[in-house]
């Protein structure tokens, strides 16, 4: 069986943890589960309130790509309608030339790994 990780990325603003910090510590998280043996990663899209605060999960997969190099990484959620078609294909062709990124799947139910 494999498994897989998600991360919503909650920020509490009124918490002690920064944005930065999140980010650091969602980093550290998907370099440890790569380490554990995880199949894959996940990041969600999040816009619009304060818990919420990754608004280009590309991003992140792709700066979690540069510390890691088996597990899969893709972006759960990505809202297309919030973003220009041409920049939006544009960065995952870019992010789909980092060798553990998964594609990009048209369907929202579930992600699949590349064959």
């Given at each position: 069986m494999k498994l897989s990780l998600f991360s919503v990325q909650d920020h509490y603003p009124d918490g002690a943890r920064t944005v930065p910090q999140l980010y650091k510590?969602?980093?550290?998280q998907a370099v440890l589960g790569e380490e554990l043996g995880y199949a894959a990663f996940f990041s969600a899209e999040h816009h619009f309130h304060p818990y919420?605060?990754?608004?280009?999960?590309?991003?992140?997969?792709c700066a979690?790509?540069?510390?890691?190099?088996?597990?899969?990484?893709?972006?759960?959620?990505s809202i297309l309608?919030?973003?220009?078609?041409?920049t939006a294909a544009e960065i995952f062709a870019m992010a789909m030339c980092t060798e553990n990124l998964i594609r990009v799947d048209d369907a929202p139910e579930?992600?699949?790994l590349a064959e």
């Amino acid at each position: 069986m494999k498994l897989s990780l998600f991360s919503v990325q909650d920020h509490y603003p009124d918490g002690a943890r920064t944005v930065p910090q999140l980010y650091k510590q969602v980093i550290d998280q998907a370099v440890l589960g790569e380490e554990l043996g995880y199949a894959a990663f996940f990041s969600a899209e999040h816009h619009f309130h304060p818990y919420g605060v990754v608004p280009n999960p590309t991003a992140l997969v792709c700066a979690i790509a540069q510390r890691t190099t088996r597990i899969r990484l893709g972006t759960a959620i990505s809202i297309l309608t919030f973003h220009n078609p041409r920049t939006a294909a544009e960065i995952f062709a870019m992010a789909m030339c980092t060798e553990n990124l998964i594609r990009v799947d048209d369907a929202p139910e579930s992600p699949k790994l590349a064959e």
